[in-house]
């Protein structure tokens, strides 16, 4: 069982930045994939990053590549999503996952284990 925590979520101008984490506790952190997925009003969860176990791979969704950037700590047990260059449409819910999946999955019901999600709201 693994419990995750995202946070460091916030409103924030088009074109800046904001850095989520999600620390994550119970079973070995290095054992789980790890992804971000996000979820705007009325649409539906979709991929945002991934990263494998000891991240040395990443991935992203089209709409976010090369602006944001995943990593993870396993000793702190912890993944992060840099965000930069913001836009309007990056506003969501965003969620961290935590799987057994090999490899990266860009489907959400792959992964076992999920944050409660933290709010990111950009504005104009």
């Known amino acids: 069982q693994v419990q995750l925590v995202e946070s460091g979520g916030g409103l924030v101008q088009a074109g800046g930045s904001l850095r989520l984490a999600c620390a994550a506790s119970?079973?070995?952190?290095?054992?789980?994939?790890m992804g971000w997925f996000r979820q705007a009003p009325g649409k539906e969860r979709d991929f945002v990053a991934g990263?494998?176990?000891?991240?040395?791979?990443?991935y992203y969704a089209d709409s976010v590549k090369g602006r944001f950037t995943i990593s993870r700590d396993n000793a702190k047990s912890t993944v992060y999503l840099q965000m930069g260059s913001l836009k309007p449409e990056d506003t969501a819910v965003y969620y961290c996952?935590?799987?057994?999946?090999?490899?990266?999955?860009?489907?959400?019901?792959?992964?076992?284990?999920w944050g409660q999600g933290t709010q990111v709201t950009v504005s104009t």
């Open positions: 996952a935590g799987g057994l999946t090999l490899p990266v999955s860009f489907d959400s019901s792959r992964y076992e284990y």
């Open positions: 119970g079973r070995t952190f290095s054992s789980y994939v």
């Open positions: 990263i494998t176990k000891l991240g040395t791979g990443t």
